[in-house]
C-alpha cells in the first residue's frame, strides 16, 4: 500500500496486488469533500485489512539528504541567479503521523514515486521518465530524468535541484494567484485563458526576472502546513504582495500574461527535451509525471517533439505518488509483472443497496430498463444533460466516464448552460468524449499520443468535421483534449455514443466532472444524488437502478436545495460567530496590550521622576562638594556633616 502524505495537498492511498496490478487508489478529497485535502490520512486507513498488507510506501523521504557536490544538472538550462538558501523540512511531528500503520513502512523519494506512477502503468519495457513538478518538503529536487526499464527498475539520470535550479511550476503558480485565481487549484484555467492571449516580449522579460530570482515574489504565497487531524493545511496568498506585483503588469491583459507564462513553461519544457537529445537519451518512449503535466498544451507539445509514445500518469500530481510508491516498492517482489494500466476506475464503488436506501427514504422516482444506453442517447439527442455515476470512482483529476455528465456537443451554448448550472468558471472548453474507432474523424491524433488520450491528459488538433459536428468541445486554438473509450474500458458509456451516431450521426458528447462548484467530484451514490438535484441536470444514471429525471423529482429537488439553503445558512451563522469570537478575541487582546502599554507608560514616568531626583541629588552633592574643595578649611567637619547629611536625605528617598 503507497500512502502520499505531506502535510499540505492530495492526502492520498493505493494498493497493489504483490503482481503490480493496481487495485484501489482513492484521494482523501473524495471521502472528505474537501477539495486536495492534504490532512491526515486517518480516514483512508480506516477498515484496512493490515494482515494482508506486506508493506507500506511513503511517497517522500524520511529525512532531508542535502544534494552534494554533484547538483549541477545536464539537463535543466535555467540556473538560479543566486542560490536559494531555503531548504523545507518536515517538522519531527510529520513521522509521527505513521506510528500506529502495524508494517513495515519504507520512504520512497518523491520524485522517484512520481516517475513509478508513470513507468509502471506504461505498458513500455524501457522508457525515459520527466518529472517535474513545485517541489516538496524533505526533498532535494523538483523533478529529474529517470531512465526506466522492467529489467533494471528505474534509475535516476538527472535530477533538477530546487536550491540551484529556476523552477517553472513554481511561476506558474505564482502567474495564477496574480491574476487572482487560486494557486495549486486553477492553474487549468491559466492554460485555457492562454489561447485567447499573445505572448508578449516586455511581459515575458519580468516573468523571467521571477523565474530566475524567485525573491522577487517572496511572500506572494505562503503554505500552512499542519499535521494534525483538525487543522487543515492551507496555501494563502497575501493581497500586499500581489497587489505590488499586479502594478508592474498593469499595461498587459491577463489573456496575454496568461499566453505568455503558457509559451514560457512548453519552450522550457521543449529545452528540457532537447538536452536529454544532447545527452543521448533515446527518443522513443517517456513518461511524464509530477504537477507541471496537468497542462495538457505541455503534453502537446512533448508529444509534437517527436517520441514514438508518451504517456503521461493519469494521477500526475502528488496524490498519484502513492500508487508510484506502492509500484516501486512492489517491483522488487519476484511476483511483479507491471502492465499497460487499462483504467483508473480504483476508486470506492457505489452500492445497490445504498442507492436504493436514498431513493426509497426520499420517494425518489426511477425507470429501469433492458435499454438504459439506448435511453441516455436519445436523452441527450434532444439536448438533455445526463450525469452518470457508475462502477468504481476515477483515481486522479479527471472524470472518465464513472462520474461524469454528459452532453450534446453540437451547440456552443453548451458551455454557457453547463457552466451555469455547474456554478463554474471556465476558459478552457469542456473535452470531448468519443470511441477510440470515430477518434480519427474528429481529431489528428498522433500515434505517440493515442494511448494518454484514454486518460484525457493531452490535447490534439481537431478536424474541419469536429469544429462542424461538435463545436462545444474545440477551443479556440482549434484543440481538444479527448477520451477515447472502448467497449473494454467503459462499457455503458461506449453503448450510450454508439446509440448515440445512430440518432444523431454525430460520434463525440460533451465529457465533463460530475461535480458542482469547486466540489471535489463525487464519489458515493448520496454525493451523486446532492449533485444532481443541488446542479438541476436533467437526468441521472445510477448504476444497477436506472434513470432519474429531474422532471419526476421536483418535490425532492426543492428539499434538497432547502436543506443546501439551510445548510449555507448555518455555515454563514457559524462564520459570523467565529468572526465575533475573532473580535472577541482581537478586542481582549487589545484590552491586553492597552493594559500593558499603560503600566508601561507608568513605569517610564516614574523613572523619570527617580532620575529626575537622581539629578537633583547629584547637583546637590556636586554644589555641596565644591562648596567644601573652595573652602580654605574643608577639614572642618561642618561641610562634612552636610555631605553626609544629603547623602542620607538622597539614600532616605531612594526609588524602589
Ligand atoms: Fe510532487
Known sequence: ????????????IAIVSPDGKPVFAVSLERISRKKQDGRLPTPLLEGIPWDRIAKVAISVSEIYTPPGENYVSKIHPLPLVKSNEQVHLHPPEF????????????????????????????????????????SMSNE?????????????????????????????????????????????KHEGKITGLAAYGQPNSACRALFEQWLTKPELIDGLMQWHAAYDKHIAPALTVYPPVRNSLIKQFASFSREDMAATVQEMAELHVLDILKNMQLQGLPKKNICLSGG?????????????????????????????????????VASSFPSFRPRKLDSTYLGPSVSKPDSL????????????????????????????????????????????????????????????T??????????????????????????NILESERYACQFMTITVDCSEKAQQDCPAVVHVDRTARPQLVSQETNPLVYLVLGEYKKLTGKMALVNTSFNIHEEPIVCSADDAFRGFFEAGLDCLYIEDVGIIELADNSAV?????????????????????????????????????FTVAQAQAQQMDELKQSSHHWKTATEQLHRELQSIYASKSWQI????????????????????
Open 95 to 134: 513521522l509521527s503521523v505513521f506510528d500506529d500503520i502495524p508494517c513495515e513502512k519504507i520512504f520512497v523519494p518523491h520524485h522517484l514515486s512520481h516517475a513509478a506512477s508513470s513507468f509502471w502503468g506504461s505498458g513500455y519495457t524501457d522508457a525515459l521518465c520527466l518529472v517535474y513538478d513545485g
Open 292 to 328: 507541471l503535466f496537468a497542462n495538457v498544451k505541455i503534453n502537446q507539445r512533448v508529444a509534437e517533439f517527436g517520441f514514438e509514445n508518451v504517456f503521461i500518469a493519469p494521477a500526475m500530481t502528488d496524490d498519484g505518488t502513492a500508487l508510484g510508491a506502492a509500484w516501486q
Open 637 to 656: 567637619t561642618s561641610p562634612l556633616r552636610k555631605v553626609m547629611l544629603t547623602v542620607k536625605q538622597v539614600l532616605g528617598v531612594k526609588p524602589k
Open 140 to 184: 532535494s529536487w523538483f523533478g529529474g530524468v529517470y531512465q526506466a526499464s522492467i529489467t533494471n527498475g528505474i534509475i535516476p539520470f538527472d535530477q533538477f535541484n530546487k536550491l540551484h535550479y529556476a523552477n517553472i511550476t513554481s511561476l506558474y503558480t505564482a502567474v495564477t494567484a496574480v491574476l487572482g485565481f487560486t494557486p495549486l
Open 1 to 12: 500500500m503507497g500512502i502520499n502524505y505531506s502535510g499540505q495537498h492530495d492526502t492520498s
Open 357 to 416: 436506501n436514498i431513493i426509497e427514504k426520499l420517494d425518489i422516482k426511477y425507470s429501469n430498463s433492458s435499454h438504459c444506453a439506448k435511453d441516455i442517447a436519445s436523452m441527450l439527442a434532444s439536448d438533455k444533460i445526463v450525469a452518470i455515476c457508475t462502477g468504481a470512482s476515477e483515481f486522479g483529476p479527471r472524470a472518465l466516464g464513472n462520474r461524469s455528465i454528459l452532453a450534446p456537443a453540437t451547440n456552443n451554448n453548451v458551455n454557457q
Open 418 to 443: 453547463l457552466n451555469a448550472r455547474l456554478d463554474r468558471t471556465e476558459f478552457m472548453p469542456f473535452a470531448p468524449i468519443i470511441r477510440a474507432e470515430d477518434a480519427d474523424e474528429y481529431f
Open 557 to 593: 429537488q426543492i428539499s434538497y436545495l432547502c436543506s443546501k439553503i439551510k445548510s449555507l445558512s448555518t455555515s454563514l451563522a457559524g462564520a459570523s460567530s467565529d468572526a465575533k469570537a475573532r473580535i472577541d478575541e482581537l478586542n481582549l487582546s487589545s484590552h491586553h496590550w
